[in-house]
């Protein structure tokens, strides 16, 4: 099973809050990543954070100490708790998942191969 499907995006309020959720089966070895990327309108794709089988983690600059990822194994999920929300966060935001990636660094986006279809994150007053 390859598929990774997220949820949870949707509309928030700046300085409001949001969990994204990513169920990504096969993905359950210690060297195997999970990324969230995220791309907002006329802008390039860009990573955000990362967590790997071993709890190796990396966040983007621009959401270190606003954004957490964790991950629950029983459930096969990873997730994207992100607080202190602002317009710039606006954007779709995927899971991507990648193979013997143990160091999980974010910013090398074409090491993750495997693409949920995103889902919509709103940041507006």
């Known amino acids: 099973q390859l598929q990774l499907v997220e949820s949870g995006g949707g509309l928030v309020q700046p300085g409001g809050s949001l969990r994204l959720s990513c169920v990504a089966p096969?993905?359950?070895?210690?060297?195997?990543?999970i990324g969230w990327f995220r791309q907002a309108p006329g802008k390039e794709r860009e990573g955000v954070s990362c967590?790997?089988?071993?709890?190796?983690?990396d966040y983007a600059d621009s959401v270190k100490g606003r954004f957490t990822i964790s991950r629950d194994n029983a459930k096969n999920t990873v997730y994207l708790q992100m607080n202190s929300l602002k317009p710039e966060d606006t954007g779709v935001y995927y899971c991507?998942?990648?193979?013997?990636?143990?160091?999980?660094?974010?910013?090398?986006?074409?090491?993750?191969?495997?693409w949920g279809q995103g889902t919509q994150v709103t940041v507006s007053s």
């Open positions: 991507a998942a990648a193979r013997s990636f143990l160091q999980c660094v974010v910013g090398r986006t074409q090491r993750y191969t495997y």
């Open positions: 967590i790997s089988g071993i709890g190796i983690r």
């Open positions: 096969g993905f359950t070895k210690n060297a195997d990543a």
